[in-house]
C-alpha cells in the first residue's frame, strides 16, 4: 500500500511557475513507477508524464515537454513536478499516480489544483 499526498498548487498567472510535490508514505516507495496526470475543467484526465525507479523521464504530453520537468527524491519518498512558463491551458487538477509491476496506476493523491490565469 502506499498513500499519496499532492500538495504546492495554487493560482499563479501565465508565465509563471509552480513546483508540485507528491508525498508517498508506504512500502519500497522507490519501486513504483510514480506518474503525474492532470484533469483541466471540462476535459478528460490528461497523462502529464511518469518517472520510474531508474529515474529516465517520459512525457506524455508534447505541451509540457521543455517546461515541466518529472523528478524524484526516493530518499524523501518524494515525486515532485517543476512547472516552468505556465499558460492558462495547464489549468488543471494534477494528480499523483503510483504504478507497481503490472504497470496499472493503482494508488493515487487527492489532487492539488493548479490555476493559471492570463
Known amino acids: 500500500q502506499v498513500q499519496l499526498v499532492e500538495s504546492g498548487g495554487g493560482l499563479v498567472q501565465a508565465g509563471g511557475s509552480l513546483r508540485l510535490s507528491c508525498a508517498a508514505s508506504g512500502r519500497a516507495f522507490s519501486m513504483y513507477t510514480m506518474g503525474w496526470f492532470r484533469q483541466g475543467p471540462g476535459k478528460e484526465r490528461e497523462f502529464v508524464g511518469r518517472i520510474p525507479w531508474s529515474g529516465v523521464r517520459e512525457y506524455g504530453l508534447e505541451s509540457v515537454k521543455g517546461r515541466f520537468t518529472i523528478s524524484r527524491d526516493n530518499a524523501k519518498n518524494t515525486l515532485y513536478l517543476q512547472m516552468n512558463s505556465l499558460k492558462p491551458g495547464d489549468t488543471a487538477v494534477y494528480y499523483c499516480?503510483?504504478?507497481?509491476?503490472?504497470?496499472?496506476?493503482?494508488?493515487w493523491g487527492q489532487g492539488t489544483r493548479v490555476t493559471v490565469s492570463s
Open positions: 499516480a503510483a504504478s507497481g509491476a503490472d504497470s496499472t496506476y493503482s494508488y
